[in-house]
């Protein structure tokens, strides 16, 4: 099974450029997420999408753009890179808003030079 | 808001010991879970074991145990016999069970587990 998987894995961006980040998932999950990873701060959120078609801001939404294409996909875009967006990404996946276990993609190494 | 705070950013144990993790958390809400996962140098986030709070029973997994308290708002991780295999970063986290707000995980900034062999 892949779960959920996140493309690129590693990529080096120059200030002020723009990339989307994609995340699919395969276990028919109603709501996807994008967290973001930076030393000694654990995971914050920065966009969700409790179903397809809606999107809500999470704690650090400034400079990106996110898509829920479908149900299957979400993706995060930075339009104009910056270096402070220097960071690991990952995508989750859960079946609902309850209890139910959040699913981690692998994550995805961004540099911004 | 919720906050999750790990008071240990480091803890070192030696192999087949038992070590606890502190976790504590604040809140408003009644109804809410907890995680803790397990974070290993390849950076993959794996659920170690979950609890709701509306459970008053202790979540086990094998080698892996909570002590949720919930009037203290505290969710420790014991890990007994420690293996090689654990070390990693350990994550407590929250979600609230709330229909309205943000959804998604609450995140404390970790703490590094080191196994001496």
């Known amino acids: 099974n892949a779960g959920v998987t996140q493309t690129p894995k590693f990529q080096v961006l120059k200030t002020g450029q723009s990339m989307t980040l994609q995340c699919a998932q395969d276990?028919?999950?109603?709501?996807m997420y994008w967290y973001r990873q930076d030393p000694g701060m654990g995971l914050r959120l920065i966009y969700y999408?409790?179903?397809?078609?809606?999107?809500d801001k999470g704690e650090v939404p400034n400079g990106y753009n996110v898509s829920r294409l479908n149900k299957r996909e979400f993706s995060l875009r930075l339009e104009s890179a910056a270096p402070s967006q220097t960071s690991v990404y990952f995508c989750?996946?859960?079946?609902?808003?309850?209890?139910?276990?959040?699913?981690f993609g692998e994550g995805s190494w961004l540099t911004v030079v | 808001a919720q906050t999750v705070t790990q008071s240990q950013p480091e803890m070192s144990v030696q192999e087949a010991e038992t070590v606890t993790l502190s976790c504590t958390y604040d809140?408003?809400?009644?109804?809410?879970?907890l995680f803790w996962y397990k974070q290993p140098p390849s950076r993959q986030m794996i659920l170690v074991i979950r609890?709701?709070?509306?459970?008053?029973q202790n979540a086990t997994e094998n080698r892996f145990s909570v002590n949720f308290q919930k009037a203290a708002k505290s969710f420790s991780l014991k890990i007994s016999d420690s293996q090689l295999g654990d070390a990693a970063m350990y994550f407590c986290a929250y979600r609230s069970s709330a229909g309205g707000g943000a959804d998604g995980l609450t995140f404390g900034k970790g703490t590094h587990l080191i196994i001496q062999p």
């Open positions: 609890q709701e709070a509306y459970k008053q």
């Open positions: 999408s409790a179903s397809e078609g809606t999107t």
């Open positions: 809140t408003s809400e009644s109804d809410y879970y």
């Open positions: 276990m028919n999950h109603n709501s």
């Open positions: 989750a996946s859960t079946r609902s808003r309850s209890g139910n276990t959040i699913y």
